[in-house]
């Protein structure tokens, strides 16, 4: 890998830093049998940055378990841009129960976008996680951790960075990858047909490090029907 190469992979990543934070499916557990299996959620809070999340999930049964099927749309909501994106499309397994004790994994594919002056850039990338805690119908607590891996970004360069920053960098996939840990707590309330879920917790970078925004909140409304 050349100098410039580096150079040009740096930048991409720190670009892509703001969309990196991913989160685990906000919903409580002890509802996963119930009879309303469609789901639409909204979402809003600080990941890296201020944003805003629509999303929608439906229940199935495989092999005689209950899986959440569900996919998602976040744009940050300061100065709303839907050149900087993240679509999600995942899944949602439980893996353990004990009574009112649950455990589950996720397991989401993702696509991220943004545009900088640089250029703009795809990255495609995968999150793993798991959540797990007390889950009442009326209200849950629990934790979560994950890991948010953004595997390869194909970057398009401007005409700007050609003209003043190096003008035969080439368009297309680099393979280095990038990545953040997270961990931290959900707690719920439920009530008829509405969940409405309270995270926070930390993002760190590959080497442990804590990001330009150390901490991660968000509230979401879900609706079952």
Same mark, same amino acid.
């Given at each position: 890998?050349?100098?410039?190469?580096?150079?040009?992979?740096?930048?991409?990543?720190?670009?892509?830093?703001?969309?990196?934070?991913?989160?685990?499916?906000?919903?409580?557990?002890?509802? $996963?049998?119930?009879? =309303? +299996?469609?789901?639409? /959620?909204?979402?809003? %809070?600080?990941?890296?940055?201020? +944003?805003?999340?629509? *999303?929608?999930? &439906?229940?199935?049964?495989?092999?005689?378990?209950?899986? $959440? $099927?569900?996919?998602?749309?976040?744009?940050?909501?300061?100065?709303?841009?839907?050149?900087?994106? #993240?679509? =999600?499309? *995942?899944?949602?397994?439980?893996? +353990?129960? @004990?009574? #009112?004790?649950?455990?589950?994994?996720?397991?989401?594919?993702?696509?991220?976008?943004?545009?900088?002056?640089?250029?703009?850039?795809?990255?495609?990338? +995968?999150?793993?996680? @798991?959540?797990?805690?007390?889950? @009442?119908? =009326?209200?849950? !607590?629990?934790?979560?951790?994950?890991?948010?891996?953004?595997?390869?970004?194909?970057?398009? /360069?401007?005409?700007?960075? &050609?003209? /003043?920053?190096?003008? @035969?960098? =080439?368009?297309?996939?680099?393979?280095?990858?990038?990545?953040?840990? #997270?961990?931290?707590?959900?707690?719920?309330?439920?009530?008829? &047909?509405?969940? !409405?879920?309270? #995270?926070?917790?930390?993002?760190?970078?590959?080497? %442990?490090?804590?990001?330009?925004?150390?901490?991660?909140?968000?509230?979401?409304?879900?609706?079952?029907?």
């Amino acid at each position: 890998m050349t100098p410039r190469t580096m150079v040009t992979m740096t930048m991409a990543l720190l670009a892509l830093a703001t969309p990196l934070a991913a989160v685990a499916q906000e919903i409580n557990l002890a509802g $996963l049998d119930d009879e =309303r +299996v469609n789901r639409v /959620h909204l979402r809003t %809070g600080a990941e890296d940055a201020f +944003v805003a999340g629509l *999303g929608y999930a &439906r229940a199935v049964r495989i092999l005689g378990r209950p899986v $959440l $099927l569900y996919g998602d749309l976040t744009v940050p909501w300061a100065g709303l841009d839907f050149s900087d994106y #993240r679509v =999600r499309a *995942g899944v949602l397994v439980p893996i +353990v129960r @004990a009574g #009112r004790w649950h455990l589950a994994g996720t397991f989401v594919p993702t696509l991220r976008g943004i545009e900088e002056p640089i250029g703009t850039m795809t990255n495609l990338g +995968v999150d793993f996680g @798991a959540v797990g805690g007390f889950y @009442a119908r =009326r209200w849950f !607590v629990a934790g979560e951790l994950g890991f948010d891996w953004a595997i390869t970004t194909h970057i398009t /360069h401007s005409d700007a960075y &050609r003209a /003043h920053g190096y003008a @035969a960098a =080439r368009d297309g996939w680099y393979a280095p990858a990038g990545g953040t840990f #997270r961990y931290g707590g959900q707690a719920g309330a439920s009530f008829g &047909r509405f969940d !409405v879920v309270l #995270r926070a917790g930390q993002p760190r970078d590959l080497k %442990g490090k804590t990001l330009a925004m150390p901490l991660y909140a968000t509230l979401t409304v879900d609706m079952r029907w």
